[in-house]
């Protein structure tokens, strides 16, 4: 029983660390993301508080005396400066009792002729001494002087009947004041202001972290779906030799780092070995938004599909912006618009890439109406031809969540790849994703996790995703945001 306790609290440990570091690890990466937002945020908050302080800002002086305590016959004249622990314990407490005490004001506000105190008396007693420090402090530097001077001429026979005769001998006789204690530092002020800034923007990024509902893990896709990770593809950094040319991600460039490639190779073993199970042919890839990666991952699945020695065939089934030709890098003919609308025929649309087995389907121009396009019974025949002649055929659609267009393609294929990019749609968008797509006859065979970070220490994201969609051109300019393929700056050698 101890064991197992032992064990549970461990595993609890566990638990709450990785989840410290799951915490942390977002923190970081919404920091890259939003250090411009960080900067505005101090700045704006260093300007508040410096007028804040500015407006609010009034000069106080102080006056003070530091003087000794003596104890006597004022009859005789003899005074004793000499005292031992209790009797300076005495005087610590008994002297700011009385500068408090409301016989002590009215004696002093008698002597000021006024009947409000415009500052504040406090003392404070050397420990085991009669060495007294006595100050005030007042927006005038006229009437700080004022309420000290006063203050000690009347406080020996105010305190008589507590501490009997006393004297004072003066250390530091109070004097006006030439300037304020309190100006105003410009540099401190914009400081302070600028870390409560800095202290404000963690405190949000924090709850950000704590509150954000994506995927960043095979435990939170649980929560999600049933169905298991394929593979976790890294995110890919880059660096630009010139910045104007650019190229696209592709497992046939050997530049592109090891992991990437054989995370690729790896999901390709796993999907025909599945398809292959199921006697089938037509891959669906979707995803839930954009910018996920999806199709940029498709074409390099066909490639790969290519490399391992099959007649794969790819069709960018995206009509509201068909990019995957210039990943491939193929020159410009039609695709199923063309073919829908019997422009050209097959075999003129279909572009063998050299040096491979890999064939593609694809155009270079936006339909108006893509429903229609796929609606059409052509696109069911094209697709039975083509099942007889290919090994694969890898299907590029647009998101789920955003179109119907994937649910229409869904209706052909055999199986369904669901791409996820980690950490960057909510929990929620996701399940819709698959809800959409669930009920028909084409099965699911499972998800890949998409610039996934190799390691704890690494974060960011891959520069490969999704650009400007322009859809405003073609009535889709409401609701969408930005959608579309971007390429990737070449590395440096």
Not at 65 to 79: N, P
Not at 298 to 307: G, I, K, P, R, S
Not at 448 to 457: G, L
Request: proline share 3%; charged share 25%.
């Amino acid at each position: 029983m101890e064991e197992r306790k032992r064990n549970m609290t461990k595993t609890a440990e566990d638990e709450m660390e990785i989840d410290l570091v799951l915490l942390f690890h977002t923190m970081w990466r919404s920091f890259l993301r939003m250090w411009w937002l960080f900067l505005i945020l101090i700045a704006v908050c260093a300007g508040v508080f410096f007028a804040f302080r500015t407006i609010r800002y009034e000069p106080m002086y102080e006056s003070s005396a530091t003087f000794t305590v003596g104890t006597g016959d004022s009859e005789s004249g003899s005074y004793s400066f000499y005292y031992n622990a209790s009797t300076a314990d005495q005087l610590s407490r008994t002297f700011p009792y009385i500068l408090n005490s409301s016989y002590f004001r009215s004696v002093l506000l008698e002597q000021l002729g006024t009947d409000t105190l415009n500052g504040t008396i406090t003392a404070e007693t050397i420990e085991n001494s009669n060495v007294v420090t006595m100050r005030v402090e007042s927006p005038s530097a006229e009437d700080a002087h004022s309420i000290l001077a006063t203050a000690l001429e009347i406080y020996p026979e105010t305190a008589r009947f507590v501490l009997g005769d006393i004297q004072f001998s003066y250390l530091n006789e109070p004097e006006t004041p030439q300037q304020p204690f309190n100006h105003v530092s410009p540099l401190r002020s914009l400081a302070m202001g600028g870390a409560a800034g800095l202290f404000l923007g963690l405190a949000i990024l924090g709850l950000m972290a704590l509150f954000r509902r994506t995927a960043r893990n095979t435990e939170e896709m649980k929560k999600i779906t049933s169905l298991r990770c394929l593979a976790s593809v890294p995110y890919v950094r880059m660096k630009a030799r010139n910045a104007k040319k650019i190229r696209p991600l592709s497992v046939t460039d050997r530049r592109i780092s090891y992991g990437y490639r054989e995370s690729i190779r790896a999901l390709q073993t796993r999907i025909e070995k599945a398809m292959k199970k199921e006697d089938g042919k037509i891959l669906l890839v979707t995803s839930t938004s954009s910018g996920e990666g999806k199709s940029t991952l498709a074409v390099n699945l066909a490639e790969m599909f290519a490399m391992r020695g099959n007649r794969v065939l790819l069709i960018d089934g995206d009509l509201r912006k068909q990019t995957d030709g210039q990943m491939l890098g193929a020159k410009r003919g039609g695709g199923l618009i063309e073919f829908v609308h019997g422009k050209k025929m097959t075999k003129d649309l279909l572009r063998k890439m050299k040096g491979s087995s890999l064939w593609f389907l694809g155009g270079n121009r936006p339909a108006k109406n893509p429903v229609s396009v796929l609606s059409s019974g052509k696109i069911s025949e094209l697709l039975e031809v083509m099942r007889e002649k290919m090994d694969y055929i890898i299907i590029d659609t647009p998101p789920c969540g955003m179109f119907q267009d994937a649910g229409i393609f869904a209706e052909y294929a055999d199986s369904i790849l669901y791409v996820v990019k980690y950490d960057s749609v909510p929990q929620r968008e996701i399940r819709a994703g698959f809800t959409s797509l669930s009920g028909r006859n084409t099965a699911f065979l499972g998800y890949v996790f998409n610039e996934y970070p190799e390691s704890a220490s690494e974060y960011g994201y891959g520069r490969y995703g999704y650009g400007s969609y322009g859809y405003r051109k073609y009535g889709y300019g409401h609701g969408y945001g930005s959608y579309g393929e971007r390429q990737i700056s070449e590395e440096t050698e």
